[in-house]
Structures are given as structure tokens and as C-alpha cells.
């Protein structure tokens, strides 16, 4: 069975970071593509990133040059460290693995993680 857990959410004023993280178990990052999406009320799900196993990444265009998607195989853990942070990107954030096609569609995400709230005060 396939369970992510994350963590790193929470509140910040605008201009502030967070880094979220979520821990994989029973799939391994080195063979299978991981991501990071988020939903705010009223919205649909949309992808904010994702990472390959071979670590190649894709950034929806609001997300790049501000939030950046790592991971550590070791750990078989996924981050997003997200940097200047506004009132639009409150929303849930959840954690995805097993991505079919590896890029920002949702309906390609095999695993979800539990989704964790991230509030951006102005």
C-alpha cells in the first residue's frame, strides 16, 4: 500500500516562505514520478510541479522562479520549498506520487497524500 505523509503547512504573511515535505512509502522516487498540487475553495485541483525519477522537473507557470521541487531518494522523500508566498497561493497543497505521464494533470496521479492547508495572510 502506498501512503504519502506530509507536513510544513500552515500560516504566513505575504512574502514569507514555507517548505512543505511529504514521505513516500511503498513506491520508490528512483522508478516513479512524484508532485506537488493544491486546490483552493470554489477552484479545481491543479498541479504546481513535478519531478521525475530521474529528476527532470515541470512547473506550472505561476509556481516557477518562486517555488522550487526537490526530493531526497534516501529518504524517499519529496519537497516544495515555496518562496514569496501571496494571498493566491492559500489553498490545500496535497502531495502526489506514481504520476502516469509525469506532468500536471491530475488525472494522472496514481497516490494522493492527505493534503495539508497553507494560509497567506497580505
Known amino acids: 500500500q502506498v501512503r504519502l505523509v506530509e507536513a510544513g503547512g500552515g500560516s504566513v504573511q505575504a512574502g514569507g516562505s514555507l517548505r512543505l515535505s511529504c514521505a513516500v512509502s511503498?513506491?520508490?522516487?528512483?522508478?516513479?514520478?512524484a508532485g506537488w498540487f493544491r486546490q483552493a475553495p470554489g477552484n479545481k485541483r491543479g498541479g504546481i510541479a513535478t519531478?521525475?525519477?530521474?529528476?527532470?522537473?515541470i512547473y506550472t507557470d505561476s509556481a516557477k522562479g518562486r517555488f522550487t521541487i526537490s526530493k531526497d531518494n534516501g529518504r524517499n522523500t519529496v519537497y516544495l520549498q515555496m518562496n514569496g508566498l501571496t494571498p493566491e497561493d492559500t489553498a490545500v497543497y496535497y502531495c502526489?506520487?506514481?504520476?502516469?505521464?509525469?506532468?500536471?494533470?491530475?488525472?494522472?496521479?496514481?497516490?494522493w497524500g492527505q493534503g495539508t492547508q497553507v494560509t497567506v495572510s497580505s
Open positions: 502526489a506520487a506514481g504520476i502516469q505521464t509525469c506532468d500536471l494533470q491530475p488525472s494522472q496521479v496514481r497516490s
Open positions: 511503498g513506491l520508490n522516487l528512483t522508478s516513479y514520478c
Open positions: 519531478i521525475g525519477f530521474e529528476s527532470s522537473t
